[in-house]
């Protein structure tokens, strides 16, 4: 029997940097989070990963199809904490959390027989994975599979929306495919940002002026926090862009 152990010790180091969110959470969490589309090319052969059921295919210009993953994130530097992470390491808003925060330390995009390095943590992380630890992971496959099992249905719940925006993303901006194509052969794949507006272009039926109007503000705290820090340059750049982006729905 092959068994891995993994809990929790709220050492909040897993909640820095970049989280991604389904669609109904970043609308939900517009007021907290500084939101971005991102795309990520998984290389082909990777193994591991749940292409069929949650990734997107891009083929605009492409030699071969690219397969993506594509998801709205909380666009955070690296070494910024969430803004819901509470002095005491544990997450204020624990109840009403994002579910890739709930899957955590497992990863619906990746296969189920593929979770075992999910449960190594990164250095610095304070995870405990000794006798002390329950096990959570069995020959291969999670003990409590629940948390699991309801972000991968989401993953496959939202998978036909995400293809059809980054179909129509590809058509109209060809900036987009380069990146992708760019992102795709790079030795270390990249991920692509895209600004979250261009989700709202797409989907006319949103209530675009009051997403901005809660959006707005987070983008311009973001801004500050991150103002004159070299080492999240690459975000600032893009709260600025965005925030001019929502100031035209806001007049
Ligand atoms: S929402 Fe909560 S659990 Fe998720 S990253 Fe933020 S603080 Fe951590
Ligand atoms: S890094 Fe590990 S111990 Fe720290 S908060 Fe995340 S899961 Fe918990």
Redo the contacts with the bound molecule.
């Keep these: 029997m092959n068994e891995q152990r993994?809990?929790?010790?709220?050492?909040?180091?897993?909640?820095h940097g970049m989280l991604p969110l389904s669609i109904e959470e970043a609308f939900k969490w517009a007021h907290v989070f500084p939101l971005a589309m991102s795309a990520t090319p998984v290389k082909p052969g990777t193994r591991g990963y749940a292409m069929k059921e949650v990734a997107v295919t891009f083929s605009a210009g492409a030699k071969k199809p690219i397969q993506l993953i594509v998801t709205p994130v909380a666009f955070i530097p690296p070494t910024a904490p969430c803004p819901k992470l509470a002095d005491d390491?544990l997450c204020s808003i624990h109840e009403e959390k994002p579910q890739r925060c709930r899957t955590?330390?497992f990863y619906a995009y990746k296969e189920e027989d593929s979770q075992r390095d999910m449960l190594v943590?990164?250095p610095?992380?304070?995870?405990?994975t000794g006798e002390d630890a329950p096990v959570v992971y069995r020959d291969r496959k999670i003990v409590d599979r629940a948390e699991f099992q309801r972000e991968r249905e989401l993953l496959k719940g939202q998978a036909v929306a995400l293809q059809r925006y980054v179909d129509t993303v590809a058509r109209y901006d060809p900036g987009f495919s380069m990146r992708v194509q760019t992102a795709a052969t790079a030795v270390v794949p990249g991920r692509v940002i895209v600004g979250f507006v261009s989700w709202l272009r797409q989907n006319k039926e949103l209530d675009v002026v009051g997403f901005a109007r809660r959006q707005h503000p987070v983008l311009k705290e973001w801004l500050e926090k991150t103002a004159g820090d070299a080492k999240a340059a690459q975000f600032a750049s893009y709260y600025r862009e965005a925030i001019g982006d929502l100031e035209r729905y806001l007049g």
Excluded: E, N
């Excluded at 809990?7 to 909640?15: I, K, P, Q």
């Excluded at 610095?124 to 405990?128: S, Y």
């Design positions: 993994f809990a929790c010790t709220a050492c909040g180091l897993c909640c390491g955590m330390p943590p990164r610095g992380w304070k995870c405990a």
